[in-house]
């Protein structure tokens, strides 16, 4: 997409749910478990990954993609960032403007600065996150709505600041059980009236909370390591999810939204699914 086009048809995005139209990806090219910072990898670590297995599952999962409308962008994969396939942290979309992460952990810090690069170079507005520490799985988005993990990677410094750069948002601060990394990995948003949660990595309080928004559908502690809470809503009920977990699909089937199963077995051993693997640029309502 050229420069004009983008700076005259772009219209952010300000929700999970809405559909899908472009969305950047990384191939994990140099995918690896180099320095163990979750718990899934800590099981995976000695095995590592199969980068060419890995590299066909991405294609097939972005090949999806494409077949439902969406303008997939890649970015250029770089040997010096293990982790780059997690687009999803290094910034995040809401209404019309993008903002650049500022990484927590040392592993991944550079890679938001192709980020960066990419959108100014396609003219599309943004702003670097430079107070505390943010990463885009923390933060979940549901129109004025806009819910923020507080975990090792995202502090309450960076939240105050994207109160400041968002006065006409509510910003609702979720705390949840640091071990599960992000936010996403425990509570996603799927519509504007349902959402995965694992309960297990909340309080009672919080889940009172997120239950008076949304009716939330558990998923149990063995699809959790799975990564059955990452899953991608791109539009019209359809997600994208895991068909080794089961229950999640039984659940997700019985409140009426289509699952589309793609298999991403190698990638999520690194600790992320498939809202790990995109960063949404656009949804249209």
Known sequence: MGLEKQQHQWDGCSTEYDKLTQVIVCEPTYMKIEEV???VQKRYAKDNIDVERALAQHKAFTNALNDNGMEVVSLNARPEFPEQV???????TIGTR??????????????EKILREWVGSNGIPYQKMTAGSIEGGDVVVDGNKVFVGVSHRTNHEAI???????????I????????????????????????????????????????EHYTLMEVEK???FAMGTNVLAIGNNKIISLPQNTSVNKILRENNFEVIEIDLSEIIKSGGSFRCCTMPLTRSI
Do not use: W
């Open 222 to 224: 063995d699809e959790q």
């Open 160 to 170: 105050d600041f994207l109160e400041k750069q968002l006065p006409a948002n509510e």
């Open 37 to 39: 910072i979750n718990t």
């Open 172 to 211: 609702i601060r979720v705390p949840f059980d640091a071990s599960c990394l992000h936010l996403d990995c425990v509570f996603t948003i799927l519509s504007p009236t349902h959402a995965l949660v694992y309960p297990e990595a909340l309080s009672k309080d919080t889940l009172r909370m997120l239950g």
């Open 86 to 92: 997690f687009t999803r942290d290094i910034g995040f």
């Open 98 to 111: 993008v903002f650049i992460s500022e990484m927590a952990s040392p592993i991944r810090q550079g890679e």
